[in-house]
């Protein structure tokens, strides 16, 4: 006779196990990516405690083994013994804490299965459908998971519709679309849910769908006047409409109730693209009340800084400076400031007071200290300030030997620059930053047999190094005639990040070498979508040319000259094709 236990005396064990042993691990902050007010398992009418049922002797012996597994920290064994389990007894505890285990592995194919168990066994419990419907976004099916979320919605919970559009940049059009239907759908049965409301909208704007957007956000601010995010997205897809008064809900919004700082922080912002004079208002309006908020006085220097009146950006970042936050910003900006009046060396006293290594501005206020020693003729005091650097500052000497390199490379200094790269490798032999940037630097040279041995020394290490590959590629097919060898070096690069606009480009200007110009366009105008890089138009440009289709490519060239007059490739492609880029601009 097998021995019998009731299921639910064992089961009050297992969450223990998982979530209360001293010895296991926080889960990550997105291992749940549930709505509070649907994720405890605990929650009111969400759960009925497990039937008494005979729980079979191997069950119970694979339980234990589990139980025994996660004590030793052996996860993923017991996650295979609870899926077992769970399939086996069908039972919706199993199963929940079967999905609770995979979710705190990150396992989410696990995840997903153990979950529609879940959902099949408890086709009300909140918790069930709410990480359903999440692990189904995760596996790209965003349509499918509204259906679980509508039986949260119908139970009078709180729904987190937004985690519906993780991802959806990566979803397929088709899923857009039955995504956006069933959203619609729900909406029939749930007209005035604010929260489904927006993410229609939302989502419709993501789609490039404005006018149906519009219409969701006209019922949403009459249900909601006050929405945040409502009342941005109105004033986004007005302002793309070229309206002459984009920002009319905010401002009544605000003057209905002028305490929603929140909202007038996001509406200043908003302002800083098109009316600094007005962002300053704005920012002045929040800091009247909020005096001693160092985020909006930094936001004040900038707006004034970027709207000439130096004096007044001078006196918001010397606030900031006594409040004792953010003060390598406020450090930096006043270097900048002193640069702009022509006071060099009170901008290298401000520059130097940067001194927090994990702060954006590190790197700027060195950057500058160095250019502007290399401007005022002054080589040697800026190989001095860095020296000292690295020797300040030994992590970083990496960076700051790339930073001085790059700084003399721009001031026209190439065979210094190359000889300190040399003298980093030297020190630095395994940095591969280093050693691409002396690759660079050696072709910029004309040193080609340099340029390539730093690669391929930069390969044999990293053979997926797709930064590498598409230099290498697009160096010899455009510096040389070894074609077929850089096709498959870029091909290579494409398969490992085959969206990269660089590479697309690549790959368009091997493929003409190649004499397949008619392929090489798809690339190009890929790369070019992507990225409308002068370089990019032209070798489009060149393309089009020579498949006969010469107005097009005048286009496409004056368009890159729009962006850079003097850019020397494409300066370069119209030199050969006799082209006078005056008669572009025209």
Known sequence: MPTRIMLHRLLPLLPALLLGCAELPQAPDDADPRPESVAAPAASGAAQPAPERAFPEESLEALMVAEFALRRRAYEPALEIYLEQAESLRDPGVSAHATHLAQFLRNDDAALAAARLWAELEPEHPEANSTLAAQLVRHGQPAAAVTHLARI???????????????????SVTEQADLASALAELSSEFPDDTDLLLTRALLLDELDRAGPAREVLDHLLTLAPNQQQALMLDAKLRLEAGEDAPFRRIEASLEADPSQSSLRLQYARLLTRNDLKAA????????????????????????????GDLLAAKAYLRQVLALGERSDEAHYYLGRIAEEEGRPEDAIKAYRKVGDQESQEFFNARG????????????????????????????????????????L??????????????????ELPDSTSLRYSRS?????????????????????????????LNALGYTLTDRTDRHQEAFELIQRALELQPDEPAILDS???????????????????????????PEVAAHLGEVLWTLGREEEARGIWQAGLLQ???????????????????????
């Open 507 to 533: 790959m368009g200007w091997v493929l003409h070498h190649l004499g397949r110009s008619e392929e090489a366009e798809d690339y190009l105008r890929r790369a070019y979508t992507a990225m409308p890089d």
């Open 153 to 171: 919605a119908r139970q009078g919970k709180s729904v987190n519709y937004p985690l519906l559009l993780g991802g959806i940049r990566q979803a």
């Open 564 to 586: 850079n007059a003097g850019h020397p490739v494409l300066r370069s492609t119209l030199r050969r094709f006799s082209i006078d880029p005056a008669e572009l601009a025209l």
């Open 368 to 407: 500058r200290i160095g250019r502007i020693l290399l401007e005022n003729g002054d080589n040697a005091a800026s190989a001095r300030f860095f020296a000292s650097q690295r020797l300040d500052y030994p992590e970083h000497r990496e960076q700051l030997y790339t930073l001085e390199s790059e700084l």
């Open 440 to 468: 660079m630097l050696s072709e910029q040279m004309d040193d080609l047999g340099q340029m390539e041995a730093d690669l391929r020394a930069i390969l044999a290490r990293e053979p997926d190094n797709a930064t590498a």
């Open 280 to 307: 300053r208002e704005q920012f002045e309006r929040l800091s009247a009340g909020s005096p001693q908020d160092a985020d909006l006085l930094l936001s004040l220097a900038l707006i004034n800084q970027e709207n």
């Open 409 to 426: 490379t721009r001031a026209g200094l190439m065979e210094e620059s190359l000889s300190l790269l040399n003298q980093a490798l030297n």
